[in-house]
């Protein structure tokens, strides 16, 4: 049948920008027994020998900061729909004594190449973020986190214009479904890191609101991706690990 490698095709370029969640751990004597009020975020950190290789921006004097807060940022914007009102925590100020807060480590940030990601895509030139995560209820400790866990993510495999290009009246149509319409006019234009660390901390926040959810605590409104398994309209498909 014609249609099966039109939809295989179309599952490969499903393989699109994500970010996973992995080796999830939770002190099950520090969680929350009532939704916080209020998610403090830290900008996250980039320690001295993690991977880095993001080019500086005309006017970026620290583009190691400005990645630390574009994740809490990332955070932040989806912390009062799924967890509670949130606060950014800069660095200076001290550990407030009640709430929530969350603070990590960005251990790889690869921007890759734009001109590839644009040009061909599935995978070639794309980019990679990676992260350390905490995350403290502070109404039982400032020190000990109730959750800890990590981050893996980039561009995938995501077609290019060339992969736009296929001479397919079907193939182009599912793929821009499975993947929300990421291939659409507009969605192609290079993600970086840039995005990749907005969208880490949205996975961040979904994962946190997971927690409260199985616990009773917050309505269940979003599922942090986990490696191995894409959702589409056919049904769940394995994916390749992530290097």
Known sequence: MKFRPLTLLCLILGACSSVSIVEEREAAALAPTALPKVL????FEVPRDAE???????????????IGHLVARGILSRS???IAPGELLEKTKATPTSGLLVSGKALRVRQGSRALRLGIGFGVGRTRMATTVKVFNLDRSATKPWLTFETAGGSN????LVGLLIPSPVC?????????GAA?????TGKGVTDDATRT????AAAIHERLAAKGLIKKKATAKRPGKIRTPVGAV????ME
């Open 80 to 82: 009062e729909k799924w």
């Open 201 to 204: 901390g949205r996975t961040i």
């Open 40 to 43: 403090w975020v830290r900008p």
């Open 238 to 241: 394995s994916l390749p690990p």
């Open 52 to 66: 880095f290789d993001a080019a500086e921006k005309a006017g970026d004097e620290n583009p190691k900061a400005t």
């Open 172 to 180: 182009v149509p599912i793929a821009v479904s499975l993947v929300g």
């Open 184 to 188: 659409a006019a507009g969605g192609i």
């Open 157 to 160: 495999s995501e077609p290019g």
